[in-house]
T-cell receptor, first 111, second 121 residues
């Protein structure tokens, strides 16, 4: 699976959009980008995934660059409850299904 | 949506005892479940893949005799920490893949339990 690089931490003001970057310059053509988040002392929560098109759901938007070497997760209106560690994971869809987590980005939403 | 339940959510035990943690998929069947361990301020580390009706597959460096995994049914996997020691104190999290619907269908989307915090005295 391709390696991902994320900033260790970010701050965001409540009500503003939070833009979390992820670099995956070695991504291959059949690898998807997944985003999960983990609120303190809880299990991770799936947010969104994509292959090459931008995606949006009720939680967030995922913007993938045309060369697919990086992506940005956007939380349009961050709230205090969005404070969490956000993990960007790149991998193929295969029978093993297992996910390997990197270090992620700690997003702190400030009041 | 898919729900994965873990029990107990926290447990304290004495050194040398064994502790069992259960992971259940509540509204779907899971032929495969995954066990992770997380130390404070660290990321999740995959320990093993639990396969229904067969032996678990352990990641490199994880002692299979120390962490016994049993996946006896399509909705239940158990992790037993045998002869626990203080260094085994950690947050243990399980996950499972449900077939999902819409865009989640066919994707590697895992549903995670809330975790079980083990403290070994």
């Amino acid at each position: 699976d391709a390696k991902t690089t994320q900033p260790p931490s970010m701050d965001c003001a409540e009500g503003r959009a939070a833009n979390l970057p992820c670099n995956h310059s070695t991504i291959s053509g059949n690898e998807y980008v997944y985003w999960y988040r983990q609120i303190h002392s809880q299990g991770p929560q799936y947010i969104i995934h994509g292959l090459k098109n931008n995606e949006t759901n009720e939680m967030a938007s995922l913007i993938i660059t045309e060369d697919r070497k990086s992506s940005t997760l956007i939380l349009p209106h961050a709230t205090l409850r969005d404070t969490a560690v956000y993990y960007c994971i790149v991998r193929v869809v295969d029978a093993t299904n297992k996910l390997i987590f990197g270090t992620g980005t700690l997003l702190a939403v400030q009041p | 949506g898919a729900v994965v339940s873990q029990h107990p959510s926290w447990v304290i035990c004495k050194s040398g005892t064994s502790v069992k943690i259960e992971c259940r998929s509540l509204d779907f069947q899971a032929t495969t479940m995954f066990w992770y361990r997380q130390f404070p301020k660290q990321s999740l580390m995959l320990m093993a893949t639990s396969n229904e009706g067969s032996k678990a597959t352990y990641e490199q460096g994880v002692e299979k005799d120390k962490f016994l995994i049993n996946h006896a049914s399509l909705t239940l996997s158990t992790l037993t920490v045998t002869s626990a020691h203080p260094e085994d104190s950690s947050f243990y999290i399980c996950s499972a893949r449900d077939k999902g619907s819409g865009r989640r269908a066919g994707a590697n989307v895992l549903t995670f339990g809330a975790g079980s915090r083990l403290t070994v005295l």
